[in-house]
């Protein structure tokens, strides 16, 4: 009897041992499938680049473009591999660039594309923050350098240092266009700040996101099979001739639905005058072009910082305004079908991001399930950007209305 | 030591060396991937002290809609209940948003009645999407709708009555813009709570949080 106890308690052990091998093994299996080659990402950003330049004429001056093959690797905060960054070029330079998630838990494979975005330099970045890492821990090791999405678009380098007095660990960032040093923590009313681009996409689970990501590549097979058909490859340039060929062929162009408004890009003044900019591009849709962004700061009634949504109304709907009355706001029941049924009825709309406001001025949708938002974002300031978005980040909209 | 306890002590000694070889050999999945070559150096090591931030957004204010026919010390009460982070000051019946017109639908006559409010266009309005609220469904619709005869008739045959909700808007703090001051505006995370819980009073339809943008 005492044998049997004996033996039974290590068998128990032995069930727990093996557990302890098998549980771990089988999660690091689940793990490995999710991530992006950048050879799979260069394949996404090349028959993506084709499938736009067959069905939508925003990207006529891509034609005969081609993508430099070698990403920049943009990092999570957290230190998870977040974007390939490809450029596209034509005549030596870059007229673009294109976003290709290096993770299939983030959802549809190309991020963003992007009109002849703000040029900066990652080395400068790069350099900086090392610097100021080393000047501000003289007893330091330096232990890693890379380029980040640290407040998603914005790009800088982080540095991560390691007092060798304490043994903690510090995080430097460099904004990348301005070279400013962002502090370590959450945004504030008053100063720059950080946050984590990849747990806020994986807050509501990775199903859809990772449904998502398969429709893409499906969409991403059939463009490849379809330019091979046609004589090309799909990592060769583009020629007119190809292009036309794509465009005429019923299968791409029957299967894609796009509309684009033209609503004309402003950049923002300041730092906090996104919302300004945004009510700025749809004032001049609508043909009032003299609205600084002074003027509509003064009417939104500004005091100097940000603006909540109850202050953006007053300019949609006064008469001193945009003198669109029926204008709304909303946080619920911001799906992509409701943006067409908006953009369909050539109605512009604000479209925020946490912390930030944008105006979306058309859609691209095929029957696959592949969707994208045309968005002209007034960041970088100074010079904004133009750019075709994966949905899903928005959260909130004004539709603006008579 | 019996044959069986030799057999036994072979067999975890046998499963401790399987546990050796696996932390040897598995490989984490990022180095199962092939690497590019990058425009920055690279350095894989994690920082391990640091706490990751999620986006976090404020709130300045909150916009609610209650039912039809509230009155104002109902709605005092209602907001007394829920324990909000910071001060606010109330404005009742606020015109910031025009009017939502809506029609409360029993959970079975919903699909009916949402095929035939389809069948004009202007009836309904796709930015407004239709929730649940206990048993029924709130079904917004326009003021083209409520103007038109038909539509009318087709209330009138269901017995359904068209209301128009109350808008209440919450405003954190001193009643100033000034969102320099974080006693004017509440966490984002905090709104959604509030908003949950408000949610879940039958007289309260909709509670949207008002975010700050720059």
Redesign the interface.
């Known amino acids: 009897m005492k ?1 049997n106890k ?2 039974t308690g ?2 128990v ?2 069930m727990l ?2 557990g ?2 098998f549980i771990p ?1 089988a999660s ?1 299996q689940e ?2 499938d ?2 992006v ?3 799979e990402a260069f394949k996404h950003a090349n028959t993506h680049m084709i499938f736009f330049i067959a069905v939508d004429s925003d990207f006529a001056e891509w034609k005969e473009a081609s993508i430099d093959p ?4 943009l990092y999570d ?3 998870k ?1 977040l974007f ?1 960054e490809f450029s596209v070029c034509k005549n030596n330079e870059v007229i673009g660039n294109i976003k290709v998630c290096a993770d299939k838990k983030l959802g549809q494979s190309v991020q963003s594309l992007e009109f002849n975005p703000k040029s900066f330099d ?2 400068e970045a ?1 350099k900086k923050s090392i610097e100021i890492a080393k000047n501000t821990y003289l007893t330091g090791e330096i ?5 980040v999405v640290y407040n ?1 678009p914005d790009v800088g ?1 982080m540095t ?1 240092v390691k007092d060798k007095t304490t043994g ?4 430097i960032f460099v904004d990348a266009y301005t070279l400013e040093v962002i502090p ?4 504030t ?2 100063e720059n ?5 990849y ?2 996409r994986l ?1 509501n689970g990775i199903d859809k996101n990772l449904k998502d990501w398969q429709e893409s590549d499906n969409v991403s097979k059939f463009i490849e099979q379809e330019t091979t058909e046609k004589g090309s490859n799909t990592s060769a340039p583009i020629t007119e001739e190809k292009i036309s060929a794509l465009s005429s062929d019923a299968t791409i162009t029957s299967t894609t639905t796009t509309k684009t408004l033209n609503v004309p890009l402003c950049a923002q003044e300041t ?5 300004v900019a945004s009510a700025q591009m749809i004032a001049k849709y609508y043909g009032i072009t003299t609205h600084s962004q002074s003027y509509i700061y003064q009417i939104m ?13 007053v300019y949609y709907q006064g008469s001193n305004g945009l003198n669109k ?9 911001l ?1 992509f ?2 943006a067409v ?2 953009i369909n009825s050539n109605r512009p709309f604000k479209s ?1 991001i ?4 944008r105006v979306c001025r058309g859609y691209t949708y095929t029957s696959d399930g592949i969707q994208y938002l045309k968005i002209n974002d007034p960041a970088p300031v100074g010079s904004g950007s133009n750019k075709i978005e994966s949905p899903g980040q928005e ?3 004004i ?1 603006v209305r008579s | 030591m ?1 044959k ?2 030799k057999e ?1 002590a072979i ?2 000694v046998f ?2 060396l ?2 050796v070889f ?1 932390g040897i050999f ?1 490989k ?3 180095d ?19 706490e ?7 709130v ?2 909150l ?1 609610i809609e209650f039912e039809y026919g509230i009155t104002e010390q109902e709605i005092k009460v209602i907001l007394e209940n829920y324990s909000m982070p910071r001060n606010y000051n109330i404005d009742y019946d606020s015109d ?3 009017k939502r017109y809506y029609i409360t639908v029993d959970q079975n006559k919903r699909k009916d009645i949402e095929d035939e409010l389809r069948k004009k266009e202007n009836w309904t309005d ?4 239709n ?1 649940k609220k206990g048993n029924n469904y709130i079904i917004t619709v326009t003021e083209q709708a409520i103007e038109d005869k038909s539509f009318l008739e087709l209330m009138e045959k269901n017995n359904l009555q068209v209301k128009s909700s109350f808008l209440c ?1 919450i405003h954190f703090g001193d009643g ?5 001051d974080p006693k004017n505006w509440i966490m ?1 995370k905090d709104a959604i709570r509030i908003k949950n819980d408000l949610e879940t009073n039958e007289k309260v339809l ?1 509670v ?7």
Request: aromatic fraction near 10%.
């Open positions: 044998r004996c033996g290590i068998f052990l032995a041992l093996a302890m091998v093994a690091a793990e490995k999710y991530s080659t950048a050879e070698k990403p920049l690797e905060i957290n230190d591999k390939y990652a080395n790069i232990k890693s350098t890379k380029m998603y380098a991560v903690n660990e510090h995080r370590d923590k959450p945004a009313e008053t700040g950080v946050w984590s681009f747990e806020d807050k730092s906090y005058y996104c919302a009634g500004g005091t100097g910082g940000t603006l909540n949504n109850t202050q953006q109304l009355p029926g204008s709304i706001y909303v946080t619920s029941g799906t079908n409701s049924a908006e925020a946490t912390n930030h406001a959260i909130n909209r539709y | 019996s069986l306890n036994i067999f975890i499963l401790l399987i546990i696996w598995i984490t999945p990022d199962t991937k092939t690497s590019v070559d990058t425009k920055t150096s690279v350095d894989t090591k994690t920082p391990d002290d640091s990751t931030p999620v986006q976090e957004a404020r300045a204010g916009f910031i948003m025009p796709p930015v407004f999407p929730f808007y100033s813009n000034n969102w320099s984002g909709l949207i949080p008002d975010y700050i943008e720059g």
